[in-house]
């Protein structure tokens, strides 16, 4: 691992073009409650560098392709086990942060990581989260995600050798081994907008380098008269079929 700590810097954005996307983003948002964005409130945008590690991982995988063979009208299906296969996944980052949760790393994602220094200057001044977790510990968390990630990759290889006689889809995965070849530590910029609504606080997250954005809103919940509705018809059914009931036993 490189002992350096890399940073991404921040595009030119200010707050005010963070507060315009914010709402840009609210504007976006469906099945969301009545009059949420006329009760919502934002409370506050701050800018964080959040850690990171950055690596190339290589992969060897045991998968099970299907294959569907077309003859004229005629399919039939068939699955080869056991094929192994080696796959490379380039600049994927695991992120070490408390500000965004680990299930939440595709979503900002990606970063332009051919554009991270070590020359400690940075664009925006922003507090800086230190590294709570050991690449080991982050790896064994997203070591799922990464096996899943590879689903699409492993797809677009085998439409590669795809014929007009034959179909090749991944299936499953039998077994992996990742073997990593580079890892830096990586400071990556992002700006945290933070919003309440009906007492309750939610965050929205963007990217510090592009308009990409990702964050949580509260949904519909059911009308209370809606409730009542479907309260009294559960009453009047189990009343009808009590007294039909109670008329077969006489």
Sequence with gaps: MKEEIYIVEYE????????SKFYEWIDTRKDTPRNFKDEM???????????????NLKIDLNYNIKVQKR??????????????GQFSAKDYPLFASQVIPR?????????????MNISGYEKKQAPKEKFIQTYDDCLNHYKGAI???LEELINNNLLKENSKEMKKKFH??????IETMEIYQVLVPIWVCK????????????????????????????????????GILLVAIIIVFAFIYLEKRK
């Design 12 to 19: 030119n954005f200010d707050v005010n073009e963070i507060k």
């Design 103 to 115: 299930y939440d790393m595709d979503q900002i994602a990606p970063f332009d990581f051919s554009k």
């Design 71 to 84: 003859y004229k009208l005629r399919r039939g299906m068939s699955t080869i086990t056991n094929e192994k």
């Design 41 to 55: 409130r934002l409370m506050g945008i701050k800018p964080y560098y959040i850690p990171c590690y950055v690596c």
């Design 147 to 149: 096996v899943k990630n």
């Design 195 to 230: 919003y309440s609504y009906k007492m309750e606080t939610y965050h929205c997250i963007l990217n510090g380098q592009n308009d990409k954005m990702f964050g949580h809103t509260p949904t519909k919940k059911i009308d209370k008269v809606f409730r009542w509705i479907i």
């Design 172 to 177: 499953s995965e039998n077994s992996h081994e």
